[in-house]
């Protein structure tokens, strides 16, 4: 890693959520290789991209406290298919944007459990 001038962008979200004590390791653990800190950037942008968590309610918890859980399953549905439609091979990282898929997945699998699949 170079120095404070040569941090890319992945690099300094690592290090404000470090800071905000959300990153996956202390601050103080020094990442051994590039592979590990593109791997945390990865983990980052999939679970919990900084752009999505401004203020004090991540995106998506706004978006089911507002929807609703039922009506948010659709929410994840939709970007279940943007996420493996064509926008997985069409902007350069599919392997993030699959992951970005399972997600949403998850979240939706999670929210089928809470509503068991019913409208209330």
Not at 11 to 35: F, G, V
Not at 90 to 98: E, L, R, S, V
Request: aromatic share 10%; hydrophobic share 35%; net charge negative.
């Amino acid at each position: 890693m170079g120095g404070i001038n040569d941090a890319t962008l992945a690099e300094w979200d690592l290090a404000y959520k470090a800071l905000r004590e959300e990153a996956p390791y202390q601050s103080t653990h020094a990442l051994s290789s590039k592979e590990e800190l593109e791997n945390a950037a990865t983990t980052e942008a999939v679970d919990h991209p900084p752009h999505y968590a401004n203020g004090e309610i991540e995106t998506i918890d706004y978006i089911v406290d507002v929807l609703g859980k039922y009506e948010a399953i659709s929410y994840c549905q939709g970007n279940i298919i943007k996420y493996t439609g064509s926008r997985m091979w069409g902007k350069g990282n599919p392997i993030q944007d699959a992951k970005k898929a399972r997600w949403y997945l998850n979240k939706m699998i999670w929210l089928l459990n809470e509503t068991k699949g019913v409208n209330w």
